[in-house]
């Protein structure tokens, strides 16, 4: 399995809602990573998860909460989003130390409403 | 910090000619680049990428880039190019000395005219 699956692949929801982001990797990769990407603008990268454990936090808002329960799994947490937070959510997956490229999921397109 | 740069927002060519997408690296110490694809609304695909070893590096769908230490150019190039190509194109360095983050240019979105 060389994939990386996101879900959903689209979601709206409003400003008060609590919605989460699913991705699910089976490389055996033990790096995942959440990245932002606004339309035909370069992903931003957000969270770096190496080893189930949060290793990078590029100042993200806290009304984005990450969660990696397992090797496999990674989460985004969404609570009181803006507007503004509307974007494609790109999951990636690698190995932590290796100098080799990402595995990237197809994206959750995120509206908030 | 690692940084990859494309100076081309985009670039027309039309079906069959020869195309580049153009990315210069600033990176302290060796360099490891790669290129993605980006179709609408969709992830990126890997293409290929440059760690070591010959300046030619051939990739997924035609596509090579050549790595060019003087210049400090990694342009990705396809001899022969198809309506298919069109697509949002983005070059990235691995930034080794900062959480080996992955670190993306502003993109090239390339048409390709039949």
């Known amino acids: 399995d060389t994939e990386v699956t996101q879900t959903p692949k689209h979601l709206v929801m409003g400003m008060t809602n609590k919605k989460s982001l699913k991705c699910e990797q089976h490389?055996?990769?033990?790096?995942m990573y959440w990245y932002k990407q606004k339309a035909k603008k370069p992903p931003e990268l957000m969270f770096v998860y190496s080893y189930e454990k949060l290793s990078i936090n590029e100042s993200v808002p806290s009304r984005f909460s990450p969660e990696c329960p397992n090797s496999s799994l990674l989460n985004l947490h969404l609570h009181a989003l803006q507007p503004e937070d509307s974007a494609l959510y790109l999951c990636?997956?690698?190995?932590?130390?290796?100098?080799?490229?990402?595995?990237f999921g197809s994206g959750t397109r995120l509206t908030v409403v | 910090a690692q940084s990859v740069a494309q100076p081309e927002d985009q670039v027309n060519v039309a079906e069959g000619n020869p195309l580049t997408v153009k990315c210069t690296y600033s990176v302290s110490g060796n360099p490891y680049l790669f290129w993605y694809v980006q179709y609408p609304n969709r992830g990126l695909q890997f293409l290929l990428k440059?760690?070591?070893?010959?300046?030619l590096v051939k990739g997924s769908y035609g596509f090579e880039a050549e790595f060019n230490k003087s210049q400090t150019s990694f342009h990705l190039k396809k001899p022969s190019a198809l309506v298919s190509d069109s697509a949002l194109y983005f070059c990235?360095?691995?930034?080794?000395?900062?959480?080996?983050?992955?670190?993306f240019g502003a993109g090239t979105i390339l048409r390709v005219k039949s």
């Open positions: 990235a360095v691995r930034d080794m000395r900062n959480g080996n983050k992955l670190v």
């Open positions: 440059y760690i070591t070893g010959d300046n």
């Open positions: 490389m055996g990769h033990r790096a």
């Open positions: 990636a997956s690698s190995q932590p130390d290796s100098l080799y490229g990402y595995t």
